[in-house]
């Protein structure tokens, strides 16, 4: 398997802008999360979804961020407008719940969002 | 709520030596424990697991014993190498799905 595709790897961008990021679970997982890294803050989860609904989204900053997961195979996570303090490492990650095991959570390579 | 907290860094080490990051936890039931690094530059991959009391996770020459008793979750290794340069991270999963992390722990292993 490819792993957690997350797109693009880098992005730069003015304060105001309209930003999206990308996300591709693994086939067959049915969880998927976003997280946001900072120096200041380290790991953060935003939000989660269980078979395409978000379950909860306690984590979000504020009204300029949303998440849709369309599909079992595509999400996105959108700022708007962009904040040179949104700037920092997006992460997905999925997994898959079995009952009575523990699901191990699978991150991909991160988007760096730097905004000017 | 659920929390981890663990060894503040950075570390640095020589190669061979002995590493130890200390991990504590608090949570309700009997949560999932969990090691991560990350490698620069890199997302988090899973090191090593331990699902419930004195489960010992392994992996790479890493190991962390899961104990209740003391509410921890210690990550060791023997004789590291350089390439074991990384952040660590701690985590717990308890009865959602939510991973909780710690601040992490930088490692750094010299030549």
């Known amino acids: 398997d490819a792993g957690v595709i997350q797109s693009p790897r880098h992005e730069v961008t003015e304060m105001g802008q309209e930003v999206t990021l990308r996300c591709k679970p693994i086939?067959?997982?049915?969880?998927l999360f976003w997280y946001r890294q900072t120096m200041m803050r380290g790991l953060e989860l935003l939000i989660y979804?269980?078979?395409?609904?978000?379950?909860?989204d306690s984590g979000m900053p504020e009204d300029r961020f949303s998440a849709k997961m369309p599909n079992a195979s595509f999400s996105t996570l959108k700022i708007q407008p962009s904040e040179p303090r949104d700037s920092a490492v997006y992460f997905c990650?999925?997994?898959?719940?079995?009952?009575?095991?523990?699901?191990?959570?699978?991150f991909g390579p991160g988007t760096r969002l730097t905004v000017l | 709520g659920d929390s981890v907290t663990q060894m503040e860094g950075p570390v640095t080490l020589s190669e061979e030596a002995f590493l130890t990051i200390n991990c504590t936890y608090t949570?309700?039931?009997?949560?999932?424990l969990f090691w991560y690094v990350q490698y620069p530059g890199e997302g988090l991959q899973l090191l090593l697991k331990?699902?419930?009391?004195?489960d010992k996770g392994s992996n790479k020459g890493f190991e962390a014993t899961y104990r209740k008793e003391t509410t921890s979750f210690h990550l060791e290794k023997g004789s590291v190498q350089v390439s074991d340069s990384a952040v660590y991270f701690c985590?717990?999963?308890?009865?959602?799905?939510?991973?909780?992390f710690g601040a992490g722990t930088t490692v750094t292993v010299r030549a």
């Open positions: 331990a699902t419930k009391a004195d």
């Open positions: 990650a999925s997994s898959l719940a079995v009952p009575g095991r523990s699901d191990t959570q699978y």
């Open positions: 086939s067959g997982h049915d969880y």
């Open positions: 985590a717990l999963r308890s009865n959602d799905y939510k991973l909780s």
């Open positions: 979804f269980n078979n395409n609904v978000p379950i909860d």
């Open positions: 949570a309700t039931g009997y949560p999932s």
